[in-house]
């Protein structure tokens, strides 16, 4: 499962794909996430991402900065359980993983600039997708880019 600080470097990965949408490694970074999400139930540590990048040979670490620091965390106040919101989060990594292996670079880009603050917001609603996240962030992505983007995701909240 996925701690407090997972979604934050979760966010920091779409934050990097965003500023870097044509960077070589962003298909193995994504299938690495995916890679995590589907090993949720049998983890309960933190630093996942950190440690599935880590194994990535050559990646930028200007890129993917903080990679390389595997933190220690004297509290951690809980994990992410909710299968509806790694359904959300496992949806749309895949959706921008299709992206990336069609170079459609531009709605990549969009795409990430729409993802970067949704794990940062999951984590700071003590878990849940704010119904403003909806609303707000990917109201844009959908008018411009994809009328249906996750819209089965959002029925299930």
């Not at 903080?66 to 919101?85: A, H, M, P, Q, R």
């Not at 670079?105 to 795409?111: I, T």
Request: glycine share 2%.
């Amino acid at each position: 499962m996925l701690s407090v600080y997972d979604l934050y470097d979760l966010s920091a990965i779409f934050t990097a794909i965003r500023e870097n949408p044509k960077y070589d490694y962003n298909k193995t970074v994504l299938e690495s996430v995916l890679m995590v999400f589907s090993r949720r139930n049998h983890h309960h540590n933190h630093n996942q991402f950190r440690i599935a990048l880590q194994e990535i040979s050559n990646l930028d670490k200007n890129i993917f900065f903080f990679v390389d620091t595997l933190n220690v965390y004297s509290y951690t106040s809980g994990f992410l359980k909710d299968e509806k919101i790694y359904s959300v989060l496992t949806k749309a990594t895949q959706d921008l993983l299709g992206l990336i292996n069609s170079e459609k670079w531009e709605q990549a880009e969009a795409l990430a600039d729409c993802l970067h603050n949704l794990p940062t917001d999951i984590a700071e609603n003590k878990f849940t997708l704010p119904k403003s996240y909806w609303r707000a962030e990917f109201k844009y992505y959908r008018k411009n880019w994809d009328k249906s983007f996750l819209k089965d995701e959002e029925s299930l909240f």
